[in-house]
């Protein structure tokens, strides 16, 4: 009687036992945003459905905006910033490389003494996107959902430190656990000799 439930207690912290993630080495963003809000074309694509600036927020003391509309290749994304912009066309989630898995277009910068970028889409069931970086450290993305711009998705949002270089994105489920893992860097490389990504698929 008491192995059992012994056993049963020990099949309880089984089931429900949650990964620690590692600690947030990604740049902190401030007055984060999510309310969506109408916004203008962004020369990246022609829109085939409503553009949508789905966050904004300020990453030392510089202001930035997340904009994102359908377009014929997928989905585009645009991130403005009062310093610099980034963005470009892909796939929605499950619509590239079968090894892209819940993720779709991703767009990475950095190299500068400005906080680096990495942004993208992934799958609305995914819980959290993890951005791992070559010394070792990860920082954690910022999730916004994206049925204003009439898709089924999220985007997610993360600020490396200057200089810093992404490796890989993770996405996570609701107990911590890697469901995906796409490469930034050593990745596998194409018949070509260009490593894929969700932005070139």
């Given at each position: 009687m008491r192995l059992g439930a012994?056993?049963?207690?020990?099949?309880?912290?089984?089931?429900?036992?949650?990964?620690?993630?590692?600690?947030d080495a990604g740049v902190p963003i401030a007055e984060f945003d999510?309310?969506?809000?109408?916004?203008?074309?962004?020369?990246?694509?022609?829109?085939?459905?409503?553009?949508?600036?789905?966050?904004?927020?300020?990453?030392?003391?510089d202001a930035f905006s997340f904009v994102v509309h359908r377009s014929a290749a997928g989905a585009?994304?645009?991130?403005?910033?009062?310093?610099?912009?980034?963005?470009?066309?892909g796939p929605l989630p499950g619509d590239g490389l079968r090894e892209f898995g819940p993720f779709g277009i991703m767009t990475t910068?950095?190299?500068?003494?400005?906080?680096?970028?990495?942004t993208g889409l992934v799958s609305g069931?995914?819980?959290?996107?993890?951005?791992?970086?070559?010394?070792?450290?990860?920082?954690?993305?910022?999730?916004v959902d994206l049925a204003p711009a009439e898709m089924d998705a999220q985007a997610f949002i993360a600020?490396?430190?200057?200089h810093a270089s992404a490796t890989a994105v993770l996405a996570l489920d609701?107990?911590?656990?890697?469901?995906?893992?796409?490469?930034l860097a050593g990745g596998p490389v194409g018949p070509d000799g260009v490593q894929p990504t969700p932005a070139s698929s």
């Amino acid at each position: 009687m008491r192995l059992g439930a012994a056993a049963a207690g020990l099949a309880l912290v089984a089931a429900c036992s949650v990964v620690i993630p590692p600690p947030d080495a990604g740049v902190p963003i401030a007055e984060f945003d999510t309310e969506p809000r109408p916004a203008q074309e962004q020369n990246i694509g022609q829109a085939t459905g409503p553009i949508i600036e789905v966050a904004r927020g300020e990453v030392d003391s510089d202001a930035f905006s997340f904009v994102v509309h359908r377009s014929a290749a997928g989905a585009c994304t645009f991130l403005n910033r009062e310093s610099s912009g980034s963005g470009g066309c892909g796939p929605l989630p499950g619509d590239g490389l079968r090894e892209f898995g819940p993720f779709g277009i991703m767009t990475t910068t950095g190299g500068s003494d400005l906080p680096a970028e990495v942004t993208g889409l992934v799958s609305g069931d995914v819980a959290s996107v993890r951005v791992e970086m070559e010394d070792g450290t990860s920082a954690q993305a910022r999730l916004v959902d994206l049925a204003p711009a009439e898709m089924d998705a999220q985007a997610f949002i993360a600020f490396l430190p200057p200089h810093a270089s992404a490796t890989a994105v993770l996405a996570l489920d609701l107990a911590g656990n890697e469901v995906a893992r796409v490469p930034l860097a050593g990745g596998p490389v194409g018949p070509d000799g260009v490593q894929p990504t969700p932005a070139s698929s």
